[in-house]
């Protein structure tokens, strides 16, 4: 049979598809295709009630039987012991009901806008569900109130939705949460792209048992779009598929930006979760900043705090900040201008009794930079998240202990398991779960004696696979300091150290460069910059931009564009000599080679050769103890 012999075949036996097509999509009292059909509600799925579109007065004349209106849909519910107090709507129109039909019996309405047919909703829009469902549920104080949840026909855009929530909030399995909405609302999710996008998600591996339902009968017998697909199916055969995998071998950068962003009315609920759990003070409503701790450039006067504190270093990483909110409904990055995008990666709790973890991590907070290694041989590259600090534990602030249990906790609450349950994952012959597919790798940042300082400068930095611009020394004793903390000491290459301008042209192409004074930009009279690409100045104007100085030339180098930050360095950490940070270390030329003369005047230091010999000892137990 031909395509055109398919064709007519199948506008004999659903002869109504033509008809339908000729009304077209403008009508607004036309019925969905396969309305009249479809089940009205299905059954509760915990506060959720899914359900088909319920239809208004404008339908009265060509609904001569099952009408579902707003209002039958209110009373039905109540005749069952359930009060409506939230209805969501996932359609894309506004053509099937006014939305006054719900507010007039003090029902809130949400619209949350999908495409719906081929269109697997947004990632925003699930965060938007989600979201609105976990805020009804911390408002409700009776318990017979429900959300009633409708798309076109209460099943695929309904179902994703609610799948989505069941996941996020009961730690479940995508099959687990898919088998509870479709035993509530059968046949369940019936379009392969929607299923495989959940699964997808997740980085779920779908089981083969796992089956799309079959189109029910209501929906096959009276939906052109069905026919079109079956058309479209038809003159693919034997060519081009109709979805194609697309493989992108995009070049990785800093400047990437990873996740969903997060609902403006979420935000500064999720930034007072942070406050708390840093035990910070929160002030007005629009006084929240970016709360994580800040280091100060080394220089010849706080340079004394590693001769009277114990230290350990690390190499100071060329990424991105971002500190990381992991919660059970989501992980979110959060960026230095305290934003949050919302990504999917897995954190079981620590293993009881060497089982399975019994749940997932649930507002524990990391601290931590984002790098890209690339592999020197095949040009490869890889995200990696780098953490180096731990401030909270399942909403248990630790903040106050110092940072050698922090980081033994860090490795032993977080990596561990998730490192555990990879392993066994990887063994599996069916995992639930692909930690391949999560957007970036994560591990634990090392720190190491002061002794070893020469060789990180020497050997381990030269061979990292992503960019290094200096050392970070780290109070070994240290609770965590939000905000400036002037005992967190770094130190980059003297060529590295850097102040953060924003950059303007002004008139007649002259360039300006500000920084902050009270919170007003102010403009840093005598100061020249020099731009690499000075051809296309116009594309800095505007921007936070790194430079460095150049004591030869008297005057700064552009490194690059911060998109990680909207506002320049504050005027203190420039101007005065005596009391700055970053200024302090271009003047005082702090080289390798005075680094590495103070460490060796260190650790001589009977507070440093007591605890050295202490921590080498305790290192070598713990391996010992490993081996056996």
């Not at 083969?208 to 189109?215: A, D, K, L, R």
């Not at 990381?324 to 201008?337: E, N, Q, S, V």
């Not at 041989?377 to 731990?390: A, M, S, V």
């Not at 005047?601 to 010999?613: C, G, Q, S, W």
């Amino acid at each position: 049979m031909n395509n055109e012999d398919t064709r007519r075949d199948l506008k004999r036996k659903f002869p109504h598809v033509d008809r339908l097509q000729e009304h077209g999509s403008y009508n607004k009292n036309l019925l969905p295709p396969g309305w009249l059909g479809c089940p009205a509600y299905g059954q509760e799925i915990g506060c959720i009630i899914p359900s088909k579109v319920p239809l208004g007065e404008s339908f009265d004349d060509i609904i001569t039987s099952q009408k579902y209106s707003p209002k039958q849909a209110i009373l039905q519910q109540r005749h069952l012991g359930r009060q409506i107090g939230l209805v969501i709507d996932l359609t894309n129109t506004t053509r099937y009901y006014p939305i006054s039909d719900w507010t007039r019996e003090r029902i809130r309405h949400v619209k949350i806008r999908c495409k719906g047919r081929d269109s697997v909703p947004d990632d925003e829009s699930v965060n938007r569900f989600c979201n609105e469902v976990l805020g009804f549920l911390s408002r409700r104080t009776n318990t017979n109130e429900y959300i009633f949840v409708h798309c076109t026909h209460g099943h695929n855009r309904t179902g994703y939705m609610i799948v989505h929530f069941l996941v996020r909030t009961e730690s479940i399995s995508v099959t687990e949460a898919m088998n509870k909405f479709s035993a509530a609302r059968d046949p369940g999710i019936y379009k392969q792209d929607y299923i495989d996008a959940l699964y997808m998600y997740y980085h779920e591996r779908k089981p083969e048992e796992v089956v799309c339902p079959q189109t029910p009968e209501w929906k096959r017998l009276a939906d052109p779009e069905f026919h079109r697909a079956v058309d479209k199916s038809v003159e693919n055969i034997g060519g081009v598929p109709l979805h194609e995998n697309i493989t992108r071998n995009g070049v990785l950068t800093n400047d990437d930006v990873l996740g969903d962003p997060v609902h403006s009315n979420q935000l500064h609920s999720m930034r007072l979760e942070c406050y708390q759990l840093l035990k910070l003070g929160t002030g007005g409503r629009g006084s929240l900043q970016f709360p994580g701790s800040h280091p100060v450039s080394l220089n010849r006067d706080n340079v004394q705090l590693l001769r009277q504190r114990y230290y350990y270093a690390t190499w100071k990483a060329d990424g991105t900040r971002f500190m990381m909110l992991i919660t059970c409904d989501g992980c979110y990055l959060i960026d230095r201008k305290f934003h949050f995008r919302k990504v999917h990666m897995r954190f079981p709790c620590r293993y009881l009794n060497g089982g399975t973890p019994e749940k997932n991590h649930h507002y524990t907070l990391l601290d931590g930079e984002m790098i890209i290694d690339k592999d020197p041989h095949t040009q490869k590259q890889e995200r990696r998240y780098l953490i180096y600090d731990l401030m909270a534990i399942n909403r248990v602030s630790v903040t106050e202990l110092p940072f050698y249990e922090r980081w033994k906790l860090l490795e032993k609450e977080v990596i561990e398991p998730r490192n555990m349950e990879r392993e066994a994952l990887c063994k599996s012959i069916n995992p639930y779960y692909r930690y391949d597919l999560e957007p970036f790798s994560m591990r634990r940042k090392g720190f190491w004696l002061l002794s070893t300082v020469s060789k990180l400068l020497n050997k381990f930095i030269p061979q990292l696979s992503h960019p290094s611009d200096g050392l970070v020394f780290q109070g070994w004793d240290d609770p965590y300091v939000p905000r400036t903390h002037e005992g967190l000491l770094k130190w980059k290459y003297p060529e590295m150290n850097s102040v953060d301008f924003l950059f303007e042209l002004g008139a007649g192409g002259r360039y300006l460069l500000f920084l902050h004074e009270r919170g007003r930009k102010k403009l840093m009279e005598g100061n020249r910059a020099f731009l690499k690409d000075a051809s296309d100045a116009s594309s800095y104007s505007g921007k936070i931009i790194e430079c460095y100085w150049d004591p030869k030339e008297n005057h700064w180098v552009c490194m690059r564009i911060r998109t990680d930050k909207s506002t320049p360095n504050e005027i203190n950490t420039y101007r005065k000599v005596l009391h700055t940070n970053v200024m302090r270390s271009i003047k005082d030329n702090i080289t390798e080679e005075v680094v590495l003369n103070e460490m060796n005047e260190i650790i001589r230091l009977p507070l440093y050769a007591d605890r050295i010999e202490r921590d080498i000892k305790a290192h070598q137990q713990m391996v010992s103890a490993k081996r056996k």
